[in-house]
């Protein structure tokens, strides 16, 4: 490790402690156009370095690749690292670019013992429930994680995309020690329900996608014209077309805090995620994902980046103005459902 490591925080009542970034793995092996898997290495271990400890992959990630791809790095640094992955989206064998949502206990039961033999880990550190299956009761699904658990076979649990009332009724099952929701400048439907209810409970809040999938760094402006064919983003609404060019004009106040710090306007936006743990008063836990040594150097350098009360109030306005669902199909979400 070095002199420059992340602070840590607590993934709830009991659940394992993590530096207060984590980093999202998923762009390594797919969604996000052309892979580099030796720069992928190095930024796992880069980010290690830094006091990233908290890993976030999903067995949904490339049809199981990014599993696969995370194992030798697990492997070799097992004491040290927290990985957590998920289950849910089951893929029809009759068409690989669908996903089922199944929270049933025989598909369950196969998922994590599928995880468990491409990570190559006797235990899960934290399994997740990637997305909700209306159709099977919440408390049914949380019951056969937490014979997980009792099996040795995970050590907590998460849910990711739940509504406050979801993760109420999962809790009263077993303890949830993290909800994994998207939430940044551009995301913050999750405030009014969601953050709550883990607050109340004692469950962290894991943040995906805080860069607002790239878009809040500047590093594309619309998905259609800037990114490559197969690039999940422009298949997302506010990517693309007259929502694009409105949000990129949103980006405004965050340069000019960005110059006020000296820092990238990726940077602020991590810093005003990060800072959502004292205005909350809960756990936030931020997985930006990346692919680069130095974008997780820039990454974590936020986590010392504190915004004022006046940044802070020059940036609140952002999220609604942003036009565009942040899905085409918001009924997935915990959005979608409140």
Aim: negative net charge; hydrophobic residues 40%; contains cysteine.
């Amino acid at each position: 490790m070095t002199d420059s490591t992340i602070p840590t925080a607590r993934l709830g009542d009991g659940g394992p402690e993590v530096g207060v970034q984590g980093l999202g793995c998923m762009g390594m092996s797919f969604a996000y156009g052309p892979t580099d898997a030796d720069a992928s290495r190095a930024t796992l271990e880069r980010a290690l370095e830094l006091g990233v400890t908290l890993y976030d992959t999903a067995d949904a990630y490339g049809a199981g690749e990014n599993e696969r791809f995370l194992a030798p790095f697990v492997k070799a640094h097992r004491d040290e690292v927290v990985i957590a992955t998920k289950f849910a989206l089951s893929i029809p064998p009759d068409d690989p670019t669908k996903r089922i949502i199944r929270n049933d206990e025989p598909y369950i039961r196969q998922a994590v013992e599928a995880s468990l033999r491409r990570l190559d880990v006797d235990v899960i550190d934290l399994y997740y429930m990637h997305r909700r299956d209306v159709n099977v009761p919440i408390e049914e699904t949380v019951a056969v994680m937490a014979d997980l658990v009792r099996e040795g076979k995970v050590k907590h649990l998460g849910l990711s995309e739940v509504t406050g009332d979801e993760l109420r009724a999962a809790q009263a099952v077993h303890p949830i020690a993290a909800v994994q929701s998207e939430w940044s400048l551009f995301s913050r439907d999750i405030e009014a329900g969601v953050v709550p209810a883990a607050r109340e409970l004692g469950a962290a809040l894991v943040a995906y996608s805080p860069l607002g999938r790239g878009f809040l760094t500047g590093s594309f402006a619309d998905a259609e014209r800037d990114l490559t064919a197969g690039d999940f983003r422009r298949q997302q609404p506010r990517f693309t077309g007259d929502n694009a060019a409105a949000n990129a004009a949103l980006l405004a106040p965050v340069r000019t805090v960005a110059e006020a710090h000296g820092a990238t306007p990726g940077q602020i936006a991590l810093a005003w995620a990060q800072q959502r743990a004292q205005v909350h008063g809960l756990p936030v836990i931020p997985i930006p994902g990346t692919r680069k040594p130095t974008r997780v150097e820039e990454n974590t350098g936020a986590t010392r980046i504190v915004l004022t009360q006046d940044e802070l109030s020059l940036l609140e306005p952002i999220a609604g103005r942003v036009a565009g669902d942040r899905y085409a199909d918001m009924t997935f979400t915990s959005a979608g459902r409140e």
